[in-house]
């Protein structure tokens, strides 16, 4: 008996541990919640800025999906949202509006140049969509709020 044990002991070999590969993606540094803190539209040769003393203007990334939404501050009234999907190869974001009250511009995708500097995020780029009558380009700046 204990010759049998010896034998079937001996016959089962140790298999060599497989090597893993562990693959590690670089963080995405645009994830996260941001404030807008500065917004610019150039139309023809008309520049305004955004008035932000009175609306909050948030846009939220995970790792595929962007939205967006303006509160006025003390009422309801102004409020709107959107959303969708995004791409982000180096530093060309593209973002896929498939959530929006304005018909013309579901399916439309915009393509931004996008920069991260610490906690700021320059997003910037040419928004056009003769559909909707929108042709301009956009600069916005936004703070990390988580």
Not at 44 to 70: G, P, R, Y
Not at 78 to 101: C, H, M
Not at 103 to 113: A, I, N, P, Q, S
């Amino acid at each position: 008996m204990l010759a049998l044990i010896a034998l079937v002991s001996c016959g089962e070999k140790e298999k060599p541990k497989e090597k893993q590969i562990v693959v590690v993606e670089a963080k995405n540094e645009i994830m996260g919640s941001w404030l807008l803190v500065y917004g610019e539209t150039r139309t023809a040769d008309i520049v305004e800025v955004k008035d932000l003393s009175n609306t909050e203007f948030i846009k939220i990334l995970n790792e595929d999906h962007f939205a967006f939404f303006n509160q006025k501050k003390d009422t309801a009234e102004g409020f709107y949202g959107g959303g969708g999907t995004y791409a982000l190869k180096g530093n060309v974001y593209t973002e896929r509006l498939d959530y929006i009250g304005v018909k013309e511009l579901r399916g439309h995708e915009f393509t931004f140049d996008i920069e991260v500097k610490g906690d700021t995020l320059i997003q910037s780029g040419i928004e056009d969509v003769p559909e909707a009558g929108i042709k301009r380009h956009i600069v916005e700046k936004y703070v990390r709020i988580k």
